[in-house]
């Protein structure tokens, strides 16, 4: 059967894949919680992480929730139930949105940089460098990566969708003629905490997502400046197919039941 | 300890792939010595110090380190051997992240935990020391010429005044007078502060200035190993046609591509 011996191959390398990938989440899990704990290092990472994405966090969920309002006012008019709208915004926002449109563009501008930088750290031989002078790059590159991400994406994720509720609303009052006060009565009617919890939550995954496949393809980079392109391209592509499937898994854990 | 040597490798092989590069290599370093290694170019000198500081493992022999074997060390025994020793990478591989002062000083701080004040100073001395003013501390490691950067890298692992010294070519890309400057620090540090020393070099006259011993690595295996009082004297047809440069002679160059 010749046809299925190219398939087989795929499926073990890939399982091989996801085999090294987990053992290097259980390394850094376990030198996140055994001293030492570089503390400056994590709020620098929070800095470059967190505070530089504000901006684009904020522009991309402003205008997800500025259109999200005109079409579910377009869609929602053909059955006249205009007065949902500020619902939708707000829950699609809090649950689904924020979340994934936070995740995915700090996956292209943060996920990239990390796997560039220490790419290039891994081919100049500045991680053996590291290790030569007593210093565990896990502790010392990944791991305040990692908790920088874990950290700062819910924090990025409830400003934005604070914004993103706020195009809403910009929207709905400015042009689609709803009245403020109502609006806002809306927006708070229905919504439960475990809307933003779970969006919350899915923040948290997706920043260890991001920043670990940033250090697994940074730190496993080989071939000088094409190998560091390379991995660069694999940690952005790579956390973003993780952040829709486990956008899919936690949210079957917390609304299936 | 049976074994006095400071480090010692034996029937050390790594291979890459198909790509056999070292095939049983033996060599002995004693406290106090300094021993250079010579050899053509991708013979295998550097994976043999990446071999002995842990950073690569050797498919089979054995690397011990003041008697402990280094090869199926604890993390522990490796940090302890790691603790002691200095590396000056080929490419300097300085943090481009951190300024030059840091760099010299990381060592200082991150390993022994020195207040950054007083790293410093000790950063400054030590730049002083192979040749770089107290002007380029604070300047990014990025923006220095690529002699400057050997020579930071060389500050960075004599720094913490390790008694174990691995140097990968300190003085290529150095000019004559400063790269004398430096095989006179290398000396300083192996007689006077009586540290062991591995030094890779293509430089004959650095090799017989730093060394007490030279060692030749040839197809994965030192093929000449003596004092250095000796070489002159041997009549190892490959020794000789290395120190003398000759284009003739037994080495098989790989020169048939060029
Ligand atoms: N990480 C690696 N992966 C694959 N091959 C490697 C690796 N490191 C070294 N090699 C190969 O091993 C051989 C020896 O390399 P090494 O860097 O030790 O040479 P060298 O003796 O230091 O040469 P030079 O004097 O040019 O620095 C080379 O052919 C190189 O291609
Ligand atoms: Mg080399």
């Not at chain 1, 809403?168 to 806002?184: A, E, H, P, R, T």
């Not at chain 1, 400046?225 to 936690?250: K, P, R």
């Amino acid at each position: 059967m010749p046809i299925f011996a190219p398939v087989g191959h795929i499926f073990l390398t890939f399982l091989a894949l996801v085999g090294r990938v987990t053992v290097f989440a259980g390394r850094t899990i376990g030198h996140m919680v055994t001293p030492p704990i570089y503390f400056r290092l994590i709020f620098k990472q929070m800095r470059e992480i967190g505070y530089f994405s504000l901006p684009v966090v904020a522009m991309t969920t402003l205008f997800a929730g500025m259109v999200l309002a005109l079409q579910s006012y377009s869609g929602f008019s053909r059955f006249s139930a205009e007065s949902a709208v500020a619902t939708v915004v707000v829950i699609s926002m809090t649950r689904e949105l924020g979340p994934v449109l936070a995740g995915l563009m700090v996956a292209g501008r943060v996920g990239a940089a990390i796997a560039a930088e220490i790419g290039t750290m891994r081919v100049t031989e500045q991680i053996d460098a590291l290790v030569t002078l007593s210093t565990n790059p896990f502790k010392y590159l990944v791991v305040p990566r990692v908790v920088a991400g874990l950290i700062t994406l819910p924090i990025l994720v409830l400003i934005g969708d604070i914004i993103g509720v706020l195009g809403g609303y910009l929207v709905g009052v400015n042009k689609l003629g709803f009245n403020d006060g109502s609006y806002i009565r809306n927006t708070f009617q229905y919504l439960e905490q475990l809307d933003v919890i779970s969006g919350l939550v899915k923040a948290a995954v997706f920043g260890f997502i991001i920043t670990l496949m940033g250090c697994y393809h940074g730190y496993h980079s080989r071939g000088g400046a094409q190998g560091v392109g390379q991995a660069t391209t694999n940690a952005v592509v790579s956390s973003s197919i993780l952040i829709l499937i486990s956008n899919y898994i936690v949210t079957e854990l917390f609304f299936t039941r | 300890m049976s074994n006095p040597a400071k480090i010692s490798l034996r029937n050390v092989h790594k291979a890459f792939g198909p790509k056999k590069v070292l095939q049983g290599v033996n060599l002995d370093v004693a406290p106090g010595e300094s021993v250079a290694i010579i050899g053509g170019s991708g013979t295998g000198k550097s994976v043999t110090l990446k071999c002995v500081l842990g950073l690569l493992t050797p498919d089979q022999g054995s690397i011990t380190v003041d008697g402990i074997e280094m090869t199926d060390a604890s993390t522990a025994d490796r940090d302890a051997m790691l603790a002691k020793t200095g590396m000056l990478f080929q490419g300097a591989a300085l943090f481009d992240s951190l300024s030059v002062w840091q760099n010299v000083a990381f060592g200082l701080i991150e390993g022994r935990g020195m207040k950054p004040r007083q790293a410093r100073d000790i950063a400054i001395a030590r730049l002083e020391d192979v040749g770089l003013g107290s002007e380029i501390a604070d300047m990014s490691p990025a923006s220095l010429s690529g002699g400057m950067q050997k020579r930071v890298g060389l500050a960075r692992a004599i720094a913490t005044e390790p008694e174990i010294l691995f140097f990968d070519e300190p003085t290529t890309g150095i000019d004559p007078i400063m790269g004398d400057v430096i095989n006179d620090l290398i000396v300083k540090c192996t007689r006077e502060l009586g540290a062991s020393a591995m030094t890779i070099t293509h430089d004959m006259a650095s090799a017989r200035k730093i060394a007490d011993r030279v060692a030749m690595l040839y197809k994965g295996e030192i093929i000449w190993d003596g004092p250095v009082s000796e070489i002159d004297q041997s009549d190892n047809p490959y020794l000789k046609q290395f120190v003398a440069g000759d284009i003739e002679g037994p080495l098989d160059l790989d020169l048939k591509h060029l």
